[in-house]
């Protein structure tokens, strides 16, 4: 199974952000769909399916013992990855809890024989994917508000009509 951990934005700021996606940034790659927004907190990959039950477990306990803090981010930062050819938003800067949590999720998918994912992290809304250059400069600066009161083990799934992500579990965050 495929599986990532994510923040998932409120329907209103997906709503938003897709709309100003949609008017300031020309069409330099495909847009993502509305109901794929969202912000990878860490990467796992493949887990074998029989791992899934101790990983919730594990998310559980960590969750409990730790009970990591509510999330605010300002998006105001548009950013292009040339690698993976996506143009994104994300926050200036972000909170020592939430480097930490994307870090403890990280480890907890390895424990369970995830590969961990790629390099630093840097939390992003991935808005346009296929871009072989970087967006120009927006008229109208990106500027949103985001709260996360919980994050998201997710399944993705690729179809034939792209991919899709399944919520598979919901923990509380504060
Ligand atoms: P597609 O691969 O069909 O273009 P996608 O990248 O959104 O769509 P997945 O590849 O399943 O779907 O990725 C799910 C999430 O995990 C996305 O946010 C993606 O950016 C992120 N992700 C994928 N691979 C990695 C990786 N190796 N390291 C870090 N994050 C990753
Ligand atoms: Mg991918």
């Known amino acids: 199974m495929r599986l990532f951990f994510g923040l998932q934005p409120d329907s209103e700021s997906a709503l938003a952000i897709a709309a100003w996606r949609d008017r300031q940034l020309p069409l330099i790659g495909r847009p993502v769909p509305e109901a794929n927004l969202h912000i990878t907190l860490a990467f796992l990959g493949d887990v074998s ?8 477990q594990a998310v559980g306990q960590f969750v409990a013992q730790k009970r990591p803090p509510g999330e605010v981010l300002t998006l105001n930062q548009l950013g292009y990855w040339p690698r993976p050819g996506i143009c994104w938003l994300g926050p200036q800067a972000w909170s020592d809890s939430l480097a930490g949590l994307a870090r403890s999720l990280s480890r907890l998918g390895t424990a369970q024989g995830s590969k961990g994912d790629r390099g630093k992290y840097r939390p992003h809304i991935t ?7 970087p967006p120009p400069a927006a008229a109208s600066e990106p500027l949103f508000k985001l709260s996360f009161d919980h994050f998201n083990l997710y399944q993705s799934h ?17």
């Not at 399916?49 to 919730?56: G, K, N, P």
């Not at 808005?127 to 250059?133: E, P």
């Not at 690729?158 to 504060?174: A, D, H, I, K």
């Open 158 to 174: 690729q179809g034939r009509t792209g991919v899709t992500y399944q919520v598979l579990e919901s923990w509380p965050l504060g």
């Open 49 to 56: 399916a029989h791992r899934l039950e101790r990983l919730d």
């Open 127 to 133: 808005l346009l994917r296929g871009c072989d250059s």
